[in-house]
């Protein structure tokens, strides 16, 4: 039996990487996107993988996108809340605008998401959601007061949902990954990146996409079903919750 997984932001960075995985893994995979067509036509010539394209910060475009995906690709047993921006400024600096665009794609977009796809998971007895927060959203951060409440949200939101679903069959768990080498991070400046943020991290590195992905594989999996309302902190040992 092949299940249908959906993944926002799943055409660039550690979405293109879960994208990809559960698609090995034998799942029949949607990939969401915002904007970028470019990037989402060369994700789908080079995986094969079915790409949509709504902004998750509308729970109207939410909506009618996973209608979408439902029609063209089945019903859809696992969710991954993966799409996120940040907007970073000191608070000082922050602007309405900066905190209201990271809240609602970051946190509210896990609502507009998941409470669509609810419904049916519970009237089919079997779910996953699988919620990607941040290390950020356990420790805080300076210059990103926006994207850590939203983030430390998207936790809250695993843990009380995750007590809602588990009678249903529905696990809801999080990763919260550390500096890992996408976009997102690479558009630190280098020397910020060398000088300040690796030497922070024992393992020495940046993580790969695709070590965020393989903890997505294994929640996804029937070997998960005890696992709920979980964190997996994967940040090279950098922080431990
Ligand atoms: P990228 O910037 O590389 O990719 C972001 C993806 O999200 C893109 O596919 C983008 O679509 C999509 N997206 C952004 N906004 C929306 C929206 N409103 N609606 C639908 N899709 C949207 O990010 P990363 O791969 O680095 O990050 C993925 C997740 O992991 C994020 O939630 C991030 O906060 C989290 N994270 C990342 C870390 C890192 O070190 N990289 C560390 C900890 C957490 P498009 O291509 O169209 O722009």
């Known amino acids: 039996m092949s299940r249908t997984a959906l993944v926002t932001g799943g055409t660039r960075g ?3 990487a879960i994208s990809t995985a559960l698609r090995d893994a034998g799942y029949k995979v949607a990939a969401n996107y915002a904007g970028n067509d470019e990037a989402a036509d060369a994700f ?22 996973i209608a979408r995906v439902e029609a063209d690709v089945g ?3 696992v969710l991954v809340n993966n799409a996120g921006i ?3 400024a000191m608070f ?10 990271v809240i609602n794609t970051n946190l509210t977009g896990l609502f507009n998401m998941t409470h669509p796809v ?10 996953r959601i699988i919620n990607i927060s941040s290390i950020n959203g356990q420790k805080g951060q300076m210059g990103q007061v926006n994207y850590s409440a939203a983030k430390a949200g998207d936790l809250g939101f695993t ?7 588990a009678a249903k069959g529905i696990t809801v768990n999080a990763i919260c990954p550390g500096y890992i080498g996408t976009e997102m991070v690479r558009a630190v400046p280098e020397k910020v990146l060398n000088e300040r943020i690796i030497p922070q991290i024992p393992v020495g590195r940046l993580g790969e996409p695709e070590e965020i992905a393989r903890c997505v594989v294994f929640l996804a999996s029937d070997d998960a079903g005890f696992i709920t309302g979980s964190t997996i ?6 922080f431990f919750v």
């Open 92 to 101: 000082h600096k922050m602007t309405p605008q900066q905190w209201g665009e």
């Open 44 to 65: 789908k010539a080079q995986t094969g993988i079915a790409v949509f394209k709504w902004d998750v910060s509308s729970y109207e475009a939410c909506a009618e996108g």
């Open 86 to 88: 940040t907007r970073d």
């Open 233 to 238: 902190s994967a940040n090279g040992g950098q």
């Open 159 to 165: 843990k009380a949902l995750a007590q809602e679903g």
């Open 14 to 16: 550690i979405g293109a």
């Open 118 to 127: 609810w419904t049916g998971m519970r009237d089919r007895s079997f779910g």
């Open 75 to 77: 019903p859809i047993e």
